[in-house]
T-cell receptor, first 114, second 114 residues
Framework: KQEVTQIPAALSVPEGENLVLNCSFT??????LQWFRQDPGKGLTSLLL?????REQTSGRLNASLDKSSGRSTLYIAASQPGDSATYLC?????????????FGQGTTLQVKP | DGGITQSPKYLFRKEGQNVTLSCEQN?????MYWYRQDPGQGLRLIYY???????QKGDIAEGYSVSREKKESFPLTVTSAQKNPTAFYLC?????????????FGPGTRLTVL
């Protein structure tokens, strides 16, 4: 059974700091991994999607890496800003079937202090 | 504007009542999904539909029911059989249910049982 874990559960940093969020999964047979952002009481916004054949994806100040063999992904946020404060969720897409089902981690809640 | 709408934003239910959560999308997506999110946890899949008039159970379908009579709509009914329905409910859609397609999320409905 695929399990996804995110550490830490919460993180507080001063503005301008570079930071790394971690995501680990137990079954390396995944099709892809996706990072989402969730603002309080809101839905999810997709940030980055990494296919199983890729090692990393970049969008602006965000960089996500994927190491399937070790079951790990990291989301790197450069020069953090108060507007980055949110909960960040990673999700893996199951390796069997064609139903697009995602398995989510519990999220890391980030607070960037001005 | 294209997107996914969910209503109501907040919903209160008395024990023993059935309630229906609305999800509508105008993205012309074939696949739609319902997730449940509990505090400090990731999302768990309740039901999903790959095409009109077809749907499958997700990981936690007990106590829930859905219908997919129109491509744009995928309502979720929380029945009295659901033991602990208080949660945040998120609807999502994707172009297809294949593993390469990104899921887009609605703003969510927060259900509270009184």
């Amino acid at each position: 059974k695929q399990e996804v874990t995110q550490i830490p559960a919460a993180l507080s940093v001063p503005e301008g700091e570079n930071l790394v969020l971690n995501c680990s999964f137990t079954d390396s047979a995944i099709y892809n991994l996706q990072w989402f952002r969730q603002d309080p009481g809101k839905g999810l916004t997709s940030l980055l999607l990494i296919q199983s054949s890729q090692r990393e994806q970049t969008s602006g100040r965000l960089n996500a890496s994927l190491d399937k063999s070790s079951g790990r992904s990291t989301l790197y946020i450069a020069a953090s800003q108060p507007g980055d404060s949110a909960t960040y969720l990673c999700a893996v897409r199951r390796g069997s079937g064609n139903t697009g089902k995602l398995i989510f981690g519990q999220g890391t809640t980030l607070q960037v202090k001005p | 504007d294209g997107g996914i709408t969910q209503s109501p934003k907040y919903l209160f239910r008395k024990e023993g009542q059935n309630v229906t959560l609305s999800c509508e999308q105008n993205l012309n997506h074939d696949a739609m999904y319902w997730y449940r999110q509990d505090p400090g946890q990731g999302l768990r899949l309740i039901y999903y539909s790959q095409i009109v008039n077809d749907f499958q159970k997700g990981d936690i379908a007990e106590g829930y029911s859905v219908s997919r009579e129109k491509k744009e709509s995928f309502p979720l009914t929380v029945t009295s059989a659901q033991k602990n329905p208080t949660a945040f409910y998120l609807c999502a859609s994707s172009r297809a249910s294949g593993y390469t397609d990104t899921q887009y999320f609605g703003p969510g409905t927060r259900l509270t049982v009184l």
